[in-house]
């Protein structure tokens, strides 16, 4: 929340490049300071560089971008993310042994990349001026309750993939480095052709219809995860539900937009960063309370993670066909048109 802060003094678009030169010097010194004390301070700064900027980030995309084209350019945006990670991604495992890279070599390149792009935008582009100025201080508001509760679910749903779903390839059918980065490598040429499609049918269906979808599809994926475990079902399943489970990743930008449509825009920017805090506290407490669970019963995590995402399929299904301020959910009347 401290972002609602530092808006006061600096623009939105000036404090999200700072936040990437913050994230990039941070990522490029990390391998100078090989010992637990200095892993940790880094990974701090990069830490906060990463949420600042993905906070203001999220705060602009729904300031600029006109709320009948942002479905299909947030689509292109995360499929332009994607593509960059696997040139990346490529570049990093062809050239290691050809060039006798060492970590310090690429996270010095991959960081430094990162502070001079930023630098250049900041000095490059010019600073655009936001439709609507922003508040500046803290806004928690009793109509954008359901933007919160799909918030606080959405944020378990990626320590699920990010942690269990890697543990279960791992431990339960033994992939090695290679085999592991190979799905991470098809998740990317998936995402990178799939996003934009995903953002064309959050434009075409709306936002409850494929927030239910995404839901359906999790509480299909992690019971099919769990079964895995009682019954033993094989590793090529497996990996089709690792990659399916990355591609339903995709409609969260419906939460995106549905915030948009239903958001008085000078609310925005502060609530982007009330609801990046509110996504957090899942994604924080839970790795450690489901990973206490995994020593138990590594089924369970997963048995658990489909009752997660049932409950988000109930919230989804409270989102209107066409939201709008005043008509947040189904449980509100929609405003009476005025008397032509």
Wanted: hydrophobic share 60%; with cysteine.
């Amino acid at each position: 929340m401290l972002v609602i802060f530092f808006i006061i003094y600096i623009r939105e678009q000036v404090f999200g490049l700072l936040s990437l030169v913050l994230l990039g010097v941070a990522t490029a010194f990390t391998a100078w300071f090989p010992h637990l004390g200095g892993i940790l301070i880094l990974t701090f700064l990069s830490s906060l560089g990463f949420h600042y900027f993905e906070t203001v980030n999220q705060s602009l995309q729904l300031q600029w971008l006109p709320k009948d084209r942002a479905p299909q350019m947030l689509g292109w945006l995360m499929g332009a993310g994607s593509a960059t990670s696997l040139v990346v991604f490529v570049l990093i495992v062809l050239m290691w042994d050809t060039l006798g890279l060492t970590y310090n070599i690429v996270f010095m390149l991959a960081g430094g990349a990162t502070a001079l792009l930023a630098v250049f935008c900041l000095l490059a582009f010019p600073q655009f001026e936001a439709p609507t100025p922003q508040r500046k201080e803290m806004v928690l508001r009793k109509r954008y309750w359901l933007y919160y509760a799909l918030q606080f679910m959405s944020g378990a749903r990626p320590q699920i993939f990010m942690v269990f779903a890697g543990f279960m390839m791992v431990e339960r059918f033994g992939f090695e480095v290679h085999e592991l980065t190979g799905l991470y490598l098809i998740n990317l040429i998936i995402n990178i052709v799939a996003a934009p499609f995903l953002g064309k049918a959050v434009g075409h269906f709306g936002e409850r219809k494929t927030l239910t979808f995404e839901y359906v599809g999790l509480i299909v994926v992690f019971l099919a995860y769990g079964g895995i475990y009682w019954f033993g079902w094989g590793v090529a399943l497996a990996a089709i539900l690792y990659v399916i489970d990355h591609i339903l990743f995709g409609f969260a930008l419906a939460l995106k937009t549905y915030f948009q449509k239903i958001a008085d825009p000078a609310d925005i920017a502060p609530t982007a960063a009330v609801a990046f805090t509110i996504n957090h506290i899942a994604a924080v407490f839970l790795p450690v309370l489901l990973g206490l669970l995994w020593i138990v019963s590594p089924a369970a995590v997963f048995f658990l993670a489909a009752g997660m995402a049932a409950v988000s399929l109930g919230l989804a299904l409270l989102i209107p066909r066409h939201p709008e301020p005043g008509y947040e959910t189904l449980l509100n009347r929609p405003l009476p048109q005025a008397a032509e």
